[in-house]
């Protein structure tokens, strides 16, 4: 198959490189100062044939776009960028179904705007990495991604779309919603990411997550952080019912749901290695930002969410590497 991958990105790139090592074309629409780059270095755990994964270390060659038509359209940007990236594609007169892998907290109705001829489909990676200071791609990759049913995708070519994550030996789970679930999924994400922003050192985002994981006192507070915030996803109409299996572990009490925490994160490497290279702060920022202006809408009681929002105010006032555009929204809440 004939795929496009919009930029440079960790995910983007990540996928790319397995794609292609399943024997696809794969091609690379670059962005301005982005054209010197012909090969990237992808140092991966593989969880895909195996649960505690495997070290895979491999160069992948990057192929500028040529076309203007492919299969698929592979776009995973940071989540207030979305626009602009299918603008791009757009004003390029590029074409083909989107893939669309990146968190989405608007409604359909905004997202069938910003999408506008494009057909496309929502997915989600389980797994995910950083580009450190070298350009080398530290990822994970697990067995399955989260994707859209074919009753509910906008795309005619859904078999085809599954074949191509099945020649790269990826499988799927299919929500009962998928935009409700990346909602609460990143309910979730902002809780988490502000605790560890009240915790630990946003310069230092791996070792902050992991002491935030393995401190009782930390993990109590997370989960009564995401209480809160699956309140703010609850008040967007969500039947929360469907979701059961993601939610059922922060229905305990603090102490033992952050307990159940802990050992996931000790005894699964994937699932550890996952939140630790995980880093892009920016898109971190946007999204605890969105969660977080919803329950002020909401009026959601949310004192602890509340709590960890102004210590990442605080700190992020020492992060001068931060999108200075986020963080006047962030100074405004």
């Given at each position: 198959?004939?795929?496009?991958?919009?930029?440079?990105?960790?995910?983007?790139?990540?996928?790319?490189?397995?794609?292609?090592?399943?024997?696809?074309?794969?091609?690379h629409f670059l962005r301005e100062g982005k054209e010197h780059v012909d090969c990237v270095h992808v140092k991966l755990l593989d969880g895909r044939l195996n649960p505690k994964g495997k070290e895979l270390s491999y160069d992948y060659k990057i192929n500028p776009?040529?076309?203007?038509?492919?299969?698929?359209?592979?776009?995973?940007?940071?989540?207030?960028?979305?626009?602009?990236?299918?603008?791009?594609?757009?004003?390029?007169?590029?074409?083909?179904?989107?893939?669309?892998?990146?968190?989405?907290?608007?409604?359909?109705?905004?997202?069938?705007?910003?999408?506008?001829?494009?057909?496309?489909?929502?997915?989600?990676?389980?797994?995910?990495?950083?580009?450190?200071?070298?350009?080398?791609?530290?990822?994970?990759?697990?067995?399955?991604?989260?994707i859209e049913s074919k009753s509910h995708a906008r795309i005619q070519n859904y078999n085809l779309m599954m074949s191509?994550?099945?020649?790269?030996?990826?499988?799927?789970?299919?929500?009962?919603?998928?935009?409700?679930?990346?909602?609460?999924?990143?309910?979730?994400?902002?809780?988490?990411?502000?605790?560890?922003?009240?915790?630990?050192?946003?310069?230092?985002?791996?070792?902050?997550?992991e002491y935030v994981m393995t401190n009782s006192k930390a993990l109590a507070h997370c989960i009564r952080t995401i209480r809160e915030t699956l309140l703010i996803a609850r008040g967007r109409g969500i039947n929360m019912n469907h979701f059961k299996q993601e939610i059922l572990p922060y229905k305990f009490p603090a102490g033992i749901s952050g307990?159940?925490?802990?050992?996931?994160?000790?005894?699964?490497?994937?699932?550890?290695?996952?939140?630790?290279?995980?880093?892009?702060?920016?898109?971190?920022?946007?999204?605890?930002?969105?969660?977080?202006q919803e329950g002020k809408r909401q009026c959601v009681p949310m004192p602890h969410f509340t709590e960890n929002m102004q210590a990442m105010l605080v700190k992020l006032d020492e992060q001068e590497h931060i999108d200075q555009s986020l963080y006047n929204h962030i100074t405004n809440f």
């Open positions: 198959m004939d795929i496009l991958i919009l930029g440079l990105g960790t995910i983007g790139t990540l996928y790319g490189s397995l794609f292609s090592r399943a024997g696809h074309n794969v091609e776009s040529t076309k203007k038509e492919y299969d698929f359209i592979f776009v995973s940007v940071s989540s207030g960028n979305l626009k602009e990236a299918m603008d791009c594609l757009r004003n390029a007169k590029i074409h083909g179904t989107v893939l669309l892998f990146t968190g989405v907290w608007t409604d359909h109705k905004r997202l069938d705007e910003i999408m506008g001829f494009y057909n496309y489909i929502l997915g989600y990676p389980v797994g995910g990495g950083s580009m450190d200071e070298d350009g080398v791609l530290k990822a994970v990759v697990n067995e399955y991604v989260m191509l994550f099945k020649s790269c030996d990826i499988t799927f789970e299919i929500p009962h919603d998928m935009l409700e679930w990346m909602w609460v999924r990143m309910s979730v994400s902002a809780a988490i990411v502000s605790t560890v922003a009240l915790y630990g050192n946003l310069s230092f985002p791996g070792p902050s997550v307990w159940g925490m802990k050992v996931k994160f000790k005894t699964s490497r994937i699932a550890r290695e996952s939140m630790k290279r995980h880093n892009n702060i920016d898109d971190l920022m946007y999204i605890c930002y969105e969660v977080y």
